[in-house]
């Protein structure tokens, strides 16, 4: 359908027809309507509607169809690659639908696609309850869920699309549907996972897991000198952690507000989410025997503080170009390779992290859900968090000069919600489709069910799944 830009009052129009908030340009708060968290993605719809209630998105998306737009649709907006927008489209904005619905009895919670984790943790912390997310407490629930969720309680838990019990969904053609394991099923998997392809989701139902009132969480922090004997020490201690404990190592140069000086650090993060505090420290003994740290900051922690902690380091408007991949092997040349690297760190802006996977990640069933591989024992995520646009070309070229250099201990798999998009960084061409990731299995079945529920792919503002009718 060719573009037909929209007269002005055709807006009024379907301002009329909608209890949300048409915003153009122009507008008072066009300018604030229009930005993601990822300030490298610099884009100008036409129009941003905000919705008040699930019932806008059908006239929104029948206006997006009649005027030939392409539609970008928002929950959160924090994802790297910056799909919540579009030039010249329609940005649908799912931001105030937030209500997070809690049955305390099944343990279940029911979320809008606007809600933030920290609106979900907030909520299922006051009942001792907990769902598995990520670890930046301002993440779109909507964005994180449909990529596949790691976080602080994937070793306990599993991905977020493992708790993943139901949805709602607006398609392409206005239609409602509900996907569960009795209703739709398919659907439901290939959303575990599939990304934002199918549909505008407008609500999740998850199966929460109890959490104590305070959660043993904190940092073991390494000097320089002691990296190798502290990675050396960590790949060994993991292979016999058990499934309570989660950890995630970062390297980076510290904020300042960490008081950890201006020299690159080595940070093993840890949560423990047994009741029993002091069986977690009998388990960091045998670590901190082992590698005696620089420094500690061990406590119990409210959940809720814990996933908030880094928050700091990725405020809306960060310039952000990430890579990932899951690593077969944490060994020798791995570990010289980060080591080499984290030592070249040293300023702020850049930073990278080991995930422990494993656990109930790790056995869950392979084909259960459309996330692209169970069978790596560690992920790693190369990120950046700058804020001045002279320094991309320097921070762009470590990140993917430290991905590079990784390949040889990668699985290939990468992570949905880990990826940037190349089409705004210069010199690259534009990520195309999500095709590489999923392998030829679920890949076809991925495409097939594109077919059955966005055949004109209406959705496409995502790391795309062309429909098995197009060619890829």
């Known amino acids: 359908m060719t573009q037909q830009i929209p007269e002005k009052f055709e807006y009024k129009q379907l301002a009329a027809l909608i209890e949300g908030e048409v915003i153009v340009s122009g507008d008072p708060g066009y300018d604030d309507a229009r930005r993601v968290w990822n300030a490298m993605i610099d884009k100008y719809p036409v129009a ?25 649709v928002r929950g959160g907006g924090h994802n790297v690659a910056g799909h919540g927008t579009v030039d010249g489209g329609l940005v649908i904005d799912l931001s105030a639908c937030r209500d997070v619905v809690i049955d305390v009895h099944e343990q279940t919670v029911t979320v809008g696609a606007g809600a933030t984790l920290h609106d979900l943790d907030a909520a299922c912390s006051r009942y001792g309850l907990a769902v598995p997310v990520g670890v930046v407490s301002a993440t779109g629930i909507a964005g994180l869920t449909l990529g596949g969720g790691f976080g602080w309680l994937t070793r306990a838990h599993g991905l977020t699309i493992d708790n993943l019990l139901a949805a709602e969904l607006i398609t392409a053609n206005g239609q409602s549907v509900h996907a569960s394991h009795n209703e739709n099923p398919e659907l439901l998997w290939a959303l575990k996972g599939g990304g934002g392809n199918f549909g505008i989701v407008t609500s999740f139902t998850f199966q929460a897991h109890p959490l104590p009132e305070t959660v043993l969480t904190g940092n073991l922090i390494y000097r320089q000198p002691h990296w190798n004997m502290a990675l ?12 309570e404990m989660t950890t995630i190592v970062t390297l980076l140069t510290p904020p300042p507000d960490w008081q950890l000086g201006t020299d690159p650090v080595l940070v093993i993060g840890f949560a423990w989410t047994n009741p029993d505090h002091q069986a977690g420290q009998g388990y960091l003994q045998a670590l901190t025997s082992a590698a005696p740290p620089s420094a500690t900051d061990v406590s119990p922690t409210p959940w809720p503080a814990w996933q908030s902690a880094v928050d700091d380091i990725f405020p809306k408007g960060v310039r952000a170009y990430w890579k990932n991949t899951g690593l077969r092997r944490l060994d020798g040349a791995a570990i010289s390779t980060i080591i080499r690297f984290a ?15 494993g656990g109930a990640f790790g056995r869950a069933e392979e084909s259960a859900t459309a996330f692209p591989d169970r069978g790596a024992p560690f992920w790693i995520n190369i990120y950046g968090f700058w804020s001045d646009p002279a320094d991309d ?17 990668s699985t290939g798999a990468q992570y949905l919600n880990f990826m940037a998009t190349e089409r705004d960084v210069p010199t690259l061409p534009p990520l195309a489709n999500a095709a590489p990731v999923y392998g030829t299995e679920k890949l ?17 503002i995502n790391h795309n799944i062309k429909p098995a009718s197009v060619d890829s």
């Open 343 to 357: 030592a070249e760190q040293t300023w702020q802006g850049t930073a990278f992290d080991l995930h422990h996977m």
């Open 48 to 72: 941003v509607i905000r919705i008040k209630s699930t019932a806008d998105i059908g006239p929104s998306l029948a206006f997006a169809r009649k005027h030939g737009l392409l539609v970008a």
């Open 232 to 243: 050396s020490a960590y790949a060994s201690w993991t292979s016999t952690l058990p499934d």
């Open 393 to 409: 070309g320097h921070h762009v070229d470590f990140v993917r000069r430290l991905a590079s250099a990784m390949e040889p201990f």
């Open 444 to 460: 076809s079945r991925l495409r097939s069910l594109k077919h059955q529920w966005d055949p004109e792919n209406t959705f496409r």
